[in-house]
């Protein structure tokens, strides 16, 4: 009762990518991106808010949007899905710079989950070297739902030699680096690489 009268908002937790915002409502977001606009990037005429961004819990930023996952959840309220359920977010998300672009918003989901996959693997392996024929297992619980069956040493490689993800985005790039992405892996003798042992418990 303590935290209800102090207004807790009990629900405003991370929702998985795509998946529906578990009672976050758009005038929320609206109003965090709005903050987002005049305290973090005033300038640039495109909006960009890094997929691990939270709102603080702060002032200026509302009192209803302190702990959003704003940047997890922007690929759901830029997806066609979300805008189409909601027709007079577009024209507000473009007032602030930041354009709803289906093929963007698909792009940032991709991303989201290749990111996702990376914490989990470097929490589990140490590193982010992941050899090349490394798919996330199907089964078991050890591995979030959503990034289960991902051939993410693939997408890994795919990073690395062709910019996939971080080519026109060098937000992303600056937050895989703070991941510790290996952009030039290391290589044995015979020029191959092998992976990494499980982490020591």
């Known amino acids: 009762k303590v935290l209800d009268d102090m207004g807790f908002l009990w629900r405003l937790r991370s929702p998985s990518p795509g998946k529906k915002l578990d009672g976050i409502e758009f005038s929320q977001v609206y109003d965090a991106l709005k903050m987002y606009r005049t305290e973090v990037q005033p300038t640039g005429s495109v909006l960009e808010v890094p997929t691990n961004f939270v709102v603080p819990d702060c002032e200026p930023w509302p009192d209803s949007t302190r702990g959003l996952p704003l940047g997890k959840i922007m690929p759901t309220v830029r997806s066609k899905v979300y805008l189409k359920k909601h027709p007079e977010a ?60 991902l051939r993410l040493g693939a997408r890994v490689n795919a990073i690395r030699s062709q910019g996939t993800f971080v080519k026109s985005n060098p937000m992303r790039k600056e937050q895989l680096d703070k991941l510790g992405f290996v952009w030039e892996p290391p290589v044995n003798a015979d020029g191959k690489r092998r992976g990494r042992k499980r982490k020591e418990q």
């Open 90 to 149: 577009e024209a507000k998300l473009n007032s602030l710079g930041f354009t709803p672009d289906v093929k963007t918003a698909a792009n940032d989901l991709r991303y989201r989950r290749v990111y996702d996959a990376l914490v989990k693997y470097k929490e589990l392996y140490g590193d982010l070297i992941v050899p090349q024929p490394f798919t996330v297992p199907e089964e078991g619980e050890e591995w979030p739902e959503e990034v289960r069956g």
